[in-house]
């Protein structure tokens, strides 16, 4: 018996190593094999988290030009506000300085000796002519004040200028004459 037994020893051995072979592999070889596949996808991940970050500095750069560019945008608005309040006073100021020249003109035409407008031409100006609309809609004839009147509307005792060539009496007037 003993023949049989190392005999069948020997057989088991021999069916051990065949099904052995015939196995799908070590444990260690499937670890191995997985590493490697781990190891595919984080070369892949990082390819594309490098993409990502260079994409987000891009975006970073243009965040900043963006911000330049509304720091840019706020000081001129700024100014923008600055000269419209420019604007509204210079309109004011042609209003009063159109009504201030019918004035003068309603004073130089008043006493025909004494020429203080200087105004030997036409006037070519929208100011000159009247037709400048100030910032409540009226035009500098309708601001100024007529010479006979007050500005509350009343008859101040000065009469309008005559027309010229006509034959109008010369007005009372309280200051004494030379």
Do not use: W
């Not at 000081?75 to 042609?94: A, F, G, P, V, W």
């Amino acid at each position: 018996m003993t023949y049989t037994n190392r005999s069948t020893r020997a057989l088991l051995t021999i069916a051990c190593v065949a099904c052995a072979a015939v196995l799908p592999g070590c444990i260690i070889q499937d670890i191995r094999d997985d590493l490697r596949g781990a190891n595919e996808r984080l070369d892949r991940v990082d390819t594309l988290m490098t993409q990502a970050n260079a994409r987000l500095d891009k975006v970073d750069t243009r965040l900043e030009q963006v911000e330049v560019t509304n720091a840019s945008l706020e000081s001129l608005q700024r100014q923008l506000e600055l000269l419209q309040s420019i604007d509204t006073s210079l309109k004011n100021l042609d209003v009063h300085l159109a009504s201030l020249r019918k004035t003068i003109a309603s004073i130089d035409s008043a006493i025909p000796f004494l020429s203080i407008s200087g105004d030997d031409d036409e006037p070519t100006d929208e100011a000159a002519e009247g037709t400048v609309e100030g910032e409540d809609g009226t035009t500098p004839d309708e601001a100024a004040p007529d010479a006979g009147s007050s500005p509350d509307g009343e008859d101040n005792g000065v009469m309008e200028d005559p027309e010229p060539g006509s034959d109008a009496p010369d007005a009372p007037s309280d200051t004494p004459q030379r």
